[in-house]
């Protein structure tokens, strides 16, 4: 009886052919397995139909934690004589590209356990990996998932690691990123004027992190900038040195016992924060343990546990049980990942630590949140992508994004993938990272042809001009969709129903008549698309001003009920500070006024967000914006 088996899914790099291999081995099946060019997995059996079964019964119920099968086609074909089972060569092959590599994953308990072993070959090791965990996505240059398509083809394997590599049975077997102190990449320690230090890197650097300086730290999809997150002094100096105001930094902790003693943490927070992923979770803060700079005016704080090797040995040299870990970048700017680049921060640290792995696809932190008990994804990236997103209709495109915090997706057939996190688009430097996302993800799933290319219906959008112009080069039809109608779309899908009411709570998006919407009620279903009701329109003068100086809102919020003599008794009487916080002071405020009332350079908005801010300003909580929903972030601590 024999099988010809193609699996889909999530199933290269995630020790699922080692895994086939030890059934077969099990069962006394007979033929091959191998990884095909399109990120499936093909796997020809013969034996006794018992135990062919019993084979199949494991391959469905038994695969290895990381792997994710998504779709298993049997079929029944001639017996062709094969003598043992084997691993076989990846074929390149043109298959569908239905299947896609993991994610980058945080470091196995093994692994730890070993790189905390005196005796292990690997001890101290920071650049240890299994089949089970390591980076991927963030070293792969092309499919398959083999070493030649990643950035550890710049290290040949010593003869011990090659020997791990071949053995079937080994945890290592096929571990693609495998490497040891003799054979795989290293840290290196360097001062401010590029002097390479000559003790040992890694406890180097925790030590000058418990002395208060800033360094920077080369990891899995970027560069961090890291420094000791109890200390009031250096925390302030990094933001002096980044030009970081306000805006919150997340910090790595060492254990879950110390998270504990800085912030709440129920029990779907401990999973998450735990998990392969190790996602940056919004915690609420306890205790006055942390800098108060770190995370200033919010009763929450960004935390994660560490998740690669160099991060667990730091914290083992170092005595602060807490660092700052912000993405290497000047604000607005994408991480820096490559080595060269990062002496073009080297105004802002001390020492930089790199290493000589090359990172292929930059790839931030991610962040959730938990809202009664649920995750929301503030920034779905490292540990979530590239894995994709079911839709119940097929066809191929690409989507662009909005303007900020923007990411792409790409689609094919039924899947959504969406790209890591791109950033603030508005910038050259961005809108290149999102054409090199683009390309990459284009070369890993062996896109050819698109049906639609999908952009946000704004008018200067970078990135809806980029689509346009892409759609003519390539002659592809533009669909345009208003902004919010996209993110109640999104809402379908997540709770997988063909009918939605759904509401949007949002800054800005550019509405279907031309005004600013944001606070918007929204049918989407067979009978199409319709706006059902949104917040009452308001001035808000001054254009993008408003958003940073959020008095502008509520002068315009208020003018739907007062007049002008009256708006400004009422804002000198309740929010002065307001007024003085703006840049031209009381002149200014004049000016706002007599925008409103003559109906100067003021657009229309029923955007929610410039309401919070509204309400932010008119507490006293907030009177410049120096980050994105700062006044409303502020507000909801405010409230809590
Ligand atoms: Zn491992
Ligand atoms: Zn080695």
């Known amino acids: 009886m024999a099988y010809l088996l193609k699996v889909d899914g999530v199933v290269q790099g995630v020790g699922f052919r080692p895994f086939v291999y030890r059934i077969a081995y099990k069962y006394e099946i007979r033929g091959y397995v191998k990884n095909l060019g399109d990120a499936g997995v093909e796997i020809f059996v013969e034996g006794r139909k018992e135990n062919v079964d019993k084979f199949l019964n494991s391959l469905k119920n038994e695969a290895p934690p990381l792997a994710k099968v998504e779709n298993l086609k049997i079929e029944e074909v001639n017996s062709r004589g094969y003598k043992d089972f084997r691993i076989e060569k990846s ?30 070959r690997r001890y101290l090791y920071p ?87 800033i360094i920077a730290i080369k990891g899995i999809g970027g560069f961090h900038i890291a420094c000791d997150a109890t200390n009031e002094e250096v925390v302030r100096e990094l933001r002096n040195r980044l ?53 200033p005016g919010l009763h929450t704080v ?49 020492y930089i630590l790199l290493h000589n792995r090359r990172i292929v696809n930059r790839i931030d932190d991610s962040v959730v949140r938990f809202v009664d008990g649920k995750r929301a994804i503030i920034r779905r990236s490292r540990g ?34 969406l790209s890591q996190y791109i950033g603030n688009t508005s910038k050259i430097d961005v809108m290149d990272f999102l054409q090199e996302a683009i390309e990459r993800f284009n070369k890993i799933l062996k896109m050819k042809d698109f049906d639609l290319i999908i952009v946000d219906s704004h008018p200067l959008y970078n990135t809806s001009n980029f689509g346009r112009k892409m759609a003519k080069e390539i002659d592809v039809e533009v669909l345009e969709v208003q902004h919010h109608y996209a993110h109640i779309a999104t809402l ?14 949002d800054g800005v998006g550019y509405g279907s008549d031309g005004k600013i919407w ?23 003068p001054g254009g993008d001003l408003a958003s940073y100086y959020p008095i502008r809102s509520l002068a315009g919020l208020l003018s739907l009920e007062y007049g002008e003599d009256e708006i400004r008794e009422l804002l000198y009487k309740f929010t002065p500070g307001a007024i003085s916080s703006l840049k031209y002071g009381e002149r200014e405020f004049d000016i706002i006024l007599q925008q409103i009332a003559k109906r100067i350079n003021v657009s229309e908005t029923s955007s929610t967000g410039r309401f919070l801010d509204a309400i932010s300003s008119l507490l006293g909580v907030c009177y410049r914006r120096t980050y994105e929903g700062e006044p409303a972030m502020k507000l909801e601590s405010f409230a809590l």
């Open 518 to 540: 944001g606070g918007e009620i929204i049918y989407l279903g067979k009978d199409g698309v319709r706006r059902y009701s949104h917040i009452t329109y308001y001035p808000l």
């Open 127 to 213: 650049f240890i990996v299994c089949t089970n965990c390591g980076p991927r996505f963030s070293i792969i240059e092309s499919l398959p998932y083999d070493r030649e398509n990643t950035s550890m083809r710049d290290f040949p394997m010593c003869e011990l690691c090659r020997e791990e590599y071949e053995d079937p049975l080994n945890r290592r077997y096929h571990a693609e990123p495998t490497c040891c102190e003799k054979c795989g990449p290293r840290y290196e320690l360097y001062t401010k004027d590029g002097r390479r230090v000559e003790e040992d890197p890694l406890k180097t650097t925790a030590r000058l992190i418990d002395e208060g300086k």
């Open 91 to 120: 074929s390149m092959g043109n298959g569908a590209g239905d299947s896609i590599i993991p994610p980058d994953v945080a470091i196995c308990e093994d692994c730890l356990h070993e790189l905390f072993d005196p005796k292990d």
């Open 492 to 505: 379908l899908l997540e709770n997988k129903v063909k009918e939605i009411v759904g509401i949007a709570v």
């Open 243 to 295: 030009g970081r105001e306000q805006q919150p930094f997340a910090i790595m902790v060492k254990d879950l016992d110390t998270i504990k003693n800085i912030a709440y943490v129920n029990p779907e927070e401990e999973v998450e924060l735990k998990s392969y992923r190790r996602p940056i979770t919004l915690l609420r803060k306890k205790g006055k343990f942390l800098a108060e700079s770190v995370a």
């Open 384 to 417: 979530f992508v590239p894995l994709p997103i079911e839709m119940p209709f097929s066809y191929n495109g690409i989507a662009l994004g909005a303007e900020l915090m923007n990411s792409i997706s790409l689609v094919k057939k039924r899947k959504i993938y």
């Open 302 to 350: 960004g935390i994660m546990l560490p998740y690669a090797g160099v991060h667990y040995i730091l914290f083992h040299y170092s005595s602060s049980p807490a660092y700052v870990m912000t993405s290497a970048n000047y604000p607005d700017m994408p991480m820096v990942k490559d080595n060269e680049k990062i002496w073009g921060m080297i105004d802002a640290v001390d």
